[in-house]
């Protein structure tokens, strides 16, 4: 079942935050974030394991709270170059699914 | 070292005509995965390999099968196309499961 996204959009100015939520409604194993840019193919940003442990993006940072299925992203001090659709990907609890299931995205417009 | 490749990047199709859509990747990843985007969808898995000469079905496989007899390639033919599979069709690679995708530039279909 796909993970469900909010905001589905948000506009920001140069240099304000921003918080990007991710919802599942099955337990959780991991979740992965990437970004899209118009025209172009998903970028990886972060990597969120139950148990803690994170890899990815040195800007960027994410929290997953394995208890209520939930994940944010966290992008502070906005720039333009952050503008784009992100998208969360969930894999369920259990081990062996070896795939992702992507929310439907967000957009993120960073204006001067 | 060219990551993930796709071919063709653009394709045009009448109802019924088939066709095969080919991923290349140069980085030695075990894991190969064919995406579909579609406006407001998000990216739905189609099917996916965790090996070579390994296969398995994703979210809508539907009218699509799959091989991959090389480790490097991982091909999605389309046996008889239908105007439901206009969409834009990425292809990913990772080394092992808990890490990055990596995606080529993607492949825009049209079915008339």
């Known amino acids: 079942q796909q993970p469900v996204q909010s905001p589905q959009a948000v506009i920001l100015r140069e240099g304000e935050d921003a918080v990007i939520n991710c919802s599942s409604s099955?337990?959780?194993?991991?979740v992965h974030w990437y970004r899209q840019k118009h025209g172009e193919a998903p970028v990886f940003l972060m990597i969120l394991l139950k148990g803690g442990e994170q890899k990815g993006h040195e800007k960027i940072s994410a929290s997953f709270n394995e208890k209520k299925q939930q994940s944010s992203l966290y992008l502070t001090a906005s720039q333009l170059s952050y503008s784009g659709t992100y998208f969360c990907?969930?894999?369920?609890?259990?081990?062996?699914?070896?795939?992702?299931?992507f929310g439907k995205g967000t957009l993120l417009t960073v204006n001067p | 070292n060219a990551g993930v490749t796709q071919t063709p990047k653009f394709r045009v199709l009448k109802t019924g005509q088939s066709m095969t859509l080919l991923c290349a990747q140069d980085m030695n990843h075990e894991y190969m995965y064919w995406y579909r985007q579609d406006p407001g969808m998000g990216l739905r898995l189609i099917h996916y390999s965790v090996g070579e000469g390994t296969t398995a079905k994703g979210e809508v496989p539907d009218g699509y099968n799959v091989s991959r007899l090389k480790k490097q390639n991982f091909l999605l033919g389309l046996e008889s196309a239908a105007p439901s599979q206009t969409s834009v069709y990425f292809c990913a690679s990772s080394y092992e499961r808990l890490y990055e995708q990596y995606f080529g530039p993607g492949t825009r279909l049209t079915v008339t």
């Open positions: 099955k337990a959780l194993y991991s």
């Open positions: 990907g969930t894999e369920g609890s259990g081990g062996s699914n070896y795939k992702l299931t």
